[in-house]
Structure formats: C-alpha cells, structure tokens
C-alpha cells in the first residue's frame, strides 16, 4: 500500500512568502479556510492539531493575527505560547538562528511576526519546523489567505475580478496583493503616487506571474484610470509599523484617499463592488493617532473616510474574521498530516 501522506504538498512547508505557492495551492488553502469556517459555524470539531505546541513570536503588535493564531490554534486541539517582543532574548542576547534551533527543538510550529523578511527566513532554515510569517516589513501573506477567502465568498469566484490597492504601493501589503493577485489570475491596479510605486523587483515578479495567469497589472498614479472597472477597492494604512513619516505619508497620499468618490470612479455596478481594509484602520478620530493627526494636520481621517468604512461597501470585519479559519488552514495543512490527495 502506498503511504497517502507523501502526497500532502503542503506538510512540513514554511509559508513565507505568496511567490513560494503555486494558483492551484493558494486556491486550496482558500477552499479549506472555507470548509473549516462551516465547521466551526456548525460546531463540529477539527482538532487536527491535538498534542503540538506553537510558539507566537510577535516583535510587533497586532490584534488580528495574534487572535487568529492564538484561537485557530486551540480549535485545531494545539496549545499556542504567545512570546512577544520584551519575553525573549531574540535580537538582545540571542541571534534568530539560535532561537530557531531552541524553538525548533520544544515547539511544532512558529508563528513569526517582524520587521526583517531575512528573519523568517533564518526561522524556517534552522527550526526544522514549518514557519508562518504573520507580517514582515516585505510580505504579509496569511492576510491574502483570508483577504482571497473573503473575495471568494463575495464573489464566488476570484480568477478576472479586478482588485485596485490605493495607498503606499511599497508596503507589505500591497506587495502581497499585486504578487498574490498576479499568480491567482486576478487584474490588480496599484494606484499610488509616482515616490510610492512598488519596487522594479517586485513589479517584475508580479508580470512573471500574471504572464501565466493571465491577470492584467495596471501600475499607476492616475486616479481615473486606476479606479476604472474595480471589484475591490483595497487600503491600507498610510504609515506602517516601524515608520513614523506621518506628514510626507499626508502629502503624498491625501489625494489618493478611499471615499465615495473615488469609489464612484471604478463605473462598477454595487452588487459587483466591495470595500477592503486588512484593518487597523483610520477613519475617524476614536484612536490615540488620530486624535494626534487631528491636532497636528487638522484630518480626522486618512486612507478611508468613515463613510465609505461604515457603508454597504466595507467587508474588513469579515474579512478580519476569515484570519482565523484560514489560518486555521495553513496550519493544519502543513502541520497536520492530513490526507490531501491532490491540488
Ligand atoms: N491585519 C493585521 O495583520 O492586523 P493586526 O496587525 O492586528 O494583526
Ligand atoms: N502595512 C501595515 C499592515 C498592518 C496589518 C503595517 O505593516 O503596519
């Protein structure tokens, strides 16, 4: 009899980066976020996990992924160890390879959260267990799990939609979506400032994929042209973590803000048109920043106007809520020896 396990593709694998997966296992991970979701709506147990520790290595906040792992974790049966930024000797005492082979050695799985991509890298190389990157200043790529997941139950499909990112075209985010869109097939539009357009490196990573996918690339800093034929409208906050350019970011980017007008521009038909945020989100003044930023600049607020946040639009809660079931799959699908006999 031959052993079925050999032909999980996924067990034992890191996932570091989108680039590394092909459309075919993406869309798995999607589909499997979806059934998981169904399981837990309607009670039924998937302790796929039962007996493996996970070790959450966060030197950065978060709210969404930290929860998605913490709860995703306990429901696959495993036990989750939070570790942040001031509990460890990493990056202090300790190199990140010595923490991987002592992590690697107590724990099944590493969740890691940072600035440097280089460090999940080094994870993955020396731990000898599958590493997640739950964000690095480069790539944030369970984000597009759920943000795919959510585009699919929205749309029932995700191949030939066209999703616009509006924003800092060089951050994580926006490299995750134009490289996860290009390999899935689907139109993405980075509308941004000339300063704010992605890397050549990362652009030319994302044609290589779309050449195979099919998917058009439209790299612009012309509104009209960007928005035009949009499904998903797409954001992300102007300033990331670690940065601190809160005047250049405004400068640069106030003219490229989600509100209703802009939304207006992509012609699209509102059944075929939703808003997206991975959340934080600043759309009002209800936070410390944006008490500060209204002080300071006299906005109250940035990438998204809370009326297009708060309007038939927004799916961000949605789509924060899918971190969790498509976490949940990227886990148990590389951790959980299950029987998956193709993709
Ligand atoms: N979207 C996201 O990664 O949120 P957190 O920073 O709260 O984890
Ligand atoms: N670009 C943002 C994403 C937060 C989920 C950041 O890195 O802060």
């Not at 079925?4 to 869309?27: C, H, I, P, Y």
């Not at 974790?73 to 942040?84: F, K, T």
């Not at 803000?257 to 989100?281: E, R, S, Y």
Request: with cysteine; glycine share 8%; net charge negative.
């Amino acid at each position: 009899m031959t052993n079925d396990f050999k032909q999980n593709v996924f067990q034992g694998r890191s996932v570091l980066a989108e680039k590394d997966f092909t459309a075919a296992e993406l869309e798995y991970l999607v589909d499997f976020g979806l059934h998981l979701k169904a399981l837990k709506k309607a009670g039924i147990p998937h302790h796929y996990l039962e007996g493996k520790n996970i070790a959450l290595l966060f030197e950065k906040s978060s709210t969404r992924t930290r929860s998605a792992f913490t709860t995703a974790a306990i429901d696959l049966g495993a036990h989750p160890e939070y570790l942040g930024q001031n509990d460890i000797q990493l990056g202090k005492k300790e190199s990140t390879s010595d923490t991987a082979k002592v992590l690697g050695s107590m724990f099944d799985g590493i969740e890691f959260r940072g600035f440097k991509q280089s460090d999940a890298e080094i994870l993955a190389r020396d731990s000898g267990v599958p590493v997640w990157n739950g964000l690095t200043d480069e790539w944030h790529p369970t984000q597009m799990l759920a943000d795919f997941m959510t585009i699919k139950e929205n749309f029932g499909k995700i191949k030939g939609l066209t999703l616009t990112f509006m924003g800092d075209g060089r951050n994580n985010v926006a490299h995750s979506l134009l490289v996860t869109g290009a390999i899935l097939g689907v139109n993405v539009h980075i509308v941004s400032p000339k300063v704010l357009f992605p890397s050549d490196e990362i652009q030319n990573l994302a044609k290589k994929f779309a050449a195979e996918s099919g998917a058009e690339l439209l790299i612009t800093d012309d509104l009209d042209e960007g928005m035009k034929r949009s499904n998903i409208v797409y954001t992300d906050v102007w300033v990331s973590m670690g940065e601190n350019n809160w005047k250049q970011r405004i400068d640069e980017l106030l003219p490229y803000q989600v509100n209703m007008a802009a939304l207006k521009k992509t012609g699209t038909p509102d059944d075929q048109l939703i808003f997206m945020h991975c959340l934080p989100a600043f759309h009002n003044t209800d936070t410390q920043y944006g008490k500060e930023i209204k002080e300071k600049y006299g906005l109250s607020e940035m990438e998204v106007t809370d009326e297009v946040f708060t309007s038939k639009y927004g799916r961000q809660f949605e789509e924060a809520e899918n971190r969790m079931h498509s976490i949940k799959a990227m886990m148990a699908a590389t951790l959980g020896n299950l029987f998956i006999s193709r993709v």
